[in-house]
Every structure is written in C-alpha cells, then in structure tokens.
C-alpha cells in the first residue's frame, strides 16, 4: 500500500460541520494539545485505527466519508490483487457462501 500521509480526508469539513473546535476534540480523544489533530486534518499524518474510530464517533461520519481517498486506494488494490489473482476470488465465494453444516 502506498504511504498513508498526504492523503486528502474530510476531518476539517466533518469538524467544522457540527461546529467542533480542535481543542474540543482532542479533548475527547484524550489529548492535550491540537497539534496532531492539525496533522490529521491537513494529511500530514493519517490516524491510528483506534483513533480513526473514534473520529468517526465524534464526527457521527462512516471513516469512508472521512477518509475516500484512503478508501479508494484501498479498493483499487484490492480490486487489482483480485483481478491478478483469480484463486483469491475464488476463495472469497467459498468464505462468502460456507457449506451448510447440516449437509457436511
């Protein structure tokens, strides 16, 4: 996966819709200071998961809506290992459509 920083997010735009200042929200992360919430917002660090979790809390916004150019990497190599590697989605059938335990 390419790096993760300077990936454009929504943070800024799902902050300032519900009218949420940054020291309030490092707050309720649990920080002190607004300084990694700057960085998040302005790409220049992507957040942990659990972090990203929590924003997504905060924010009441799905982390796809926060973070789309993270996820459509995400989903372009996803779709590109698949499409290279037939056997995987073959695979993915057999995990999506489990035998019946009745019948095995």
Same mark, same amino acid.
């Given at each position: ?47 942990? =998961? ?19 150019? =993270?996820?459509? =990497? ?31």
């Amino acid at each position: 996966m390419q790096k993760l920083n300077n990936l454009p997010n929504n943070l800024w735009l799902a902050r300032k819709r519900l009218g949420l200042s940054q020291k309030w929200v490092a707050a309720l992360l649990g920080r002190r200071s607004v300084s990694a919430i700057s960085e998040y917002e302005r790409g220049v660090k992507t957040p942990p =998961l659990p972090i990203a979790l929590k924003l997504q809390l905060i924010y009441q916004t799905p982390l796809a809506e926060l973070f789309p150019a =993270l996820q459509s =990497l995400a989903s372009v190599e996803v779709a590109t290992i698949r499409q290279n590697r037939p056997h995987f989605a073959e695979s993915d059938t057999t995990l999506r459509n489990p035998p019946n335990s009745e019948n095995a």
